[in-house]
């Protein structure tokens, strides 16, 4: 593997072994993680591979915060639904279940409007 591909694959290993650490030891949305110099010894890890770790577990929505900040908090446990993508597909059916109900009565009003012609008539 060249060496470029095993470092990503490096820092991706690591973000899953921080990720089941989550899982493992029943951390909660709230919870802090150990500092990134007590996970690079908990993980034997490199500072920028633990940096690089960090910083796809943010990516992924699992983190947030910043080390000199306060380190990082939880903000969605792995493996549990994202619940922004939750409330976006919940919102994409509501519409649609709009869009239905909108065809409904516009066909009730058109044939509302020819009784009213046929009445005329």
Not at 57 to 65: A, F, Q, S, V, W
Not at 81 to 93: C, E, S
Request: charged share 30%; glycine share 10%; proline share 4%.
């Amino acid at each position: 593997m060249p060496e470029g591909r095993a470092a990503a694959a490096g820092y991706l290993r690591l973000a899953e072994r921080i990720k089941e650490h989550i899982r493992t030891k029943g951390l909660a949305v709230g919870d802090r993680l150990p500092e990134r110099r007590q996970l690079q010894e908990n993980f034997s890890s490199t500072a920028g591979m633990t940096r690089q770790a960090l910083d796809h577990l943010k990516y992924e929505g699992i983190i947030e915060g910043e080390q000199g900040r306060g380190g990082y908090t939880i903000i969605r446990i792995p493996g549990e639904p994202d619940p922004a993508t939750a409330d976006l597909a919940a919102l994409r059916r509501l519409v649609a279940a709009l869009r239905n109900e909108v065809r409904r009565l516009a066909g009730e009003v058109a044939e509302l409007h020819r009784e009213l012609r046929g009445r005329r008539a």
